[in-house]
């Protein structure tokens, strides 16, 4: 089966492993007004802030090969879309950090690798910080499996890797035995779910299927028994690519994640979001049981206080200001589209600012409203996936989750893992502690309850925690959605099958491709019916600033972007649905593109 997916790995990157320009990798761009609190430190900051990801020790990243023969690092990734970072003595781009001290640190990733952008129009490149990047993880990913599994293939190919990992030309024997040993444990979970994660076709520049690869994660690589606590079998092939979303403005959302599963709004529930993702790309989670008790923290890399950072400068990112001229009058008239009824083409009601949620303490949020509007299904549909909960069986926090039966839904695992982690560490004061007993999993029959195994009860403070995920009966719903169309189950409060995210549209302009799935490639297009709309375009970073999105014309070697029509909805690549302004004259077309550029 790999062999087959290495394969594919190679078709499907060699050209992407020998472009640099997917999103253009000037280090000197002109960066985009965002608001005065969007300082050159706070930018600095956001490019760099440890989250709490591992992914590889760096000494072992700075010692791997390219395909070429060159150094891994050789380019700083900008091979695969990433942007440099000149203050990062280590060749890492944007978003990449190495943590711990000199000789020991591990690479991992933070917000900025896939939330911020340049684009070229006029000659000019803009850094949208941010925005949506033009990065292929799928070819990082296949990249880097491909070359550690070169490295352990045979003594030869991996003595010269130990020799730059232990800087020395003749390295102690053992020590080279040892080095070998983390190596292949490394590859051991890291190929794992590389062959049974990544589908076969890749995600394409700009797109991830963050929600099916956070739930392989910890579904797959972090609740099974040592010594490598996997459990393969709960791994499926993440084949729901969705565009980045933009970060300006999502703290105020009530809502969050493309489907809209997750309840947003104020710190403690930014920090549920933040602990979800960071699992996701690849913090360290092995939850253990000690009698009763399940600890979430016994070995768990999750960074908190830089969460909280990272979300505290994420407040600080406005959304970019367009750069180049707009036509007042035609700007004004377009607005007045915008804001008419939606029964005639108008768009506030689902993207305009509106009161949501009233979340602790007495704050305020923005309505996004999550409603089905005839686009791809593939992305909502992973919500019913469901895995062995492994060392969580059984595993639940007092009024806050419900057991977790054996074989249960990923999302309630998720959910499990992210509330407890959270409060175990809050109510520790930031440090593990055995008296911050948050979570049991009794054994069947047992009299144990919360009381006697001394659990503590969420406190106030934290009762938005409880209600971080909308997870009940989400697999019931799905089955009955997918026989009763986008009928919504009972008792559940996830929204109708296909239903997504509705934001703001502040700052839209900088955002293409658009739709969840990034399917279609500037805003003129989505005005057109869905048959209309292209089924295929390149993507890029060349910019145009009259249809609002992806230019035609791309580099040669950028990436091309095949999509479906409304006959395979499920494809995960439809550019079906949206169907509004779809019948407005080409002036008033015109007209409400030249607003949207103001927003």
Known sequence: ???????????????????????????????????????????????????????????????????????????????????????????????????????????????????????????????????????DFYALLGDLDKAVGDVIASD?????????????????????????RQVEGWYLRFHTLIVRALPKTSWGVGRLDAVGMIFNRISGLDIGPPPD????????????????????????????????????????????????????????????????????????????????????????????????????ALAARGKAIFESDSAEAGCSGCHGIEDGEQRFPFIKTWRTPVENVGTDTREYDILAWKANTGVLKGAYIPFATAPLKENDEILNILATSVIGSIAEHLLAGGAPSTNARV?????????????????????????????????????????????????????????????YEARVLQGIWAAAPYLHNGSVPTLAELLKPSGQRKSQFSVGGKYDIENVGLAATQDPLSDNLSVTDCSNINSGNSRCGHEYGTSLSDQDKKALLEYLKTL
């Open 1 to 135: 089966m790999f062999r087959t997916l290495f394969l594919i790995l190679i078709a499907s990157t060699f050209v992407l492993t020998t472009r640099s320009d997917a999103q253009g990798t000037d280090a000197n761009p002109i960066y985009l007004d965002q608001g005065v609190g969007w300082t050159a430190a706070a930018r600095a900051d956001f490019y760099s802030r440890d989250q709490g990801s591992r992914l590889i020790a760096l000494s072992w990243m700075q010692a791997l090969k390219q395909r070429n023969g060159q150094p891994f690092l050789a380019d700083g990734l900008s091979r695969y879309g990433y942007l440099p970072n000149p203050a990062n003595t280590a060749n890492l781009p944007v978003g990449f950090h190495a943590s711990g001290p000199q000789d020991f640190q591990v690479v991992g990733m933070t917000c900025s690798a896939c939330h911020t952008r340049q684009i070229e129009a006029d000659g000019n490149v803009y850094r949208v910080d941010g925005g949506p990047a033009f990065v």
């Open 156 to 180: 030869s190919s991996f003595a010269p890797f130990a020799a730059a990992v232990l800087r020395s030309t003749t390295p102690d024997a053992v020590e080279v035995v040892d080095l070998r």
């Open 229 to 328: 606590f996997m459990i393969p079998e709960n791994m499926k092939t993440a084949d729901a690519p969705v565009r980045y979303p933009f970060l300006w403005n999502s703290p105020r959302q009530d809502k969050t994640q493309w489907p809209g599963f997750a309840n947003n709004g104020n710190d403690i529930l930014g920090l549920a979001r933040n602990v979800g993702e960071v699992l996701g790309v690849f913090a360290t989670f092995e939850p253990k049981r000690q009698g009763a008790i399940v600890h979430f923290l016994d070995n768990n890399s999750t960074n908190f206080d830089g969460l909280s950072e990272l979300e505290n400068l994420v407040k600080r990112i406005g959304p970019p200001k367009w750069p180049w001229k707009i036509d007042a």
């Open 439 to 499: 979570a049991a999993a009794p054994d069947p029959g047992s009299s144990d309850t919360p009381e006697s195994l001394g659990l503590v009860r969420l406190p106030p403070t934290l009762q938005d925690l409880l209600t971080a995920f909308d997870t009940a009966s989400a697999s019931e719903a799905i089955k009955k959605a997918r026989r009763q169309g986008a009928e919504r189950a009972s008792h559940t409060r996830l929204p109708p099958r296909g239903s």
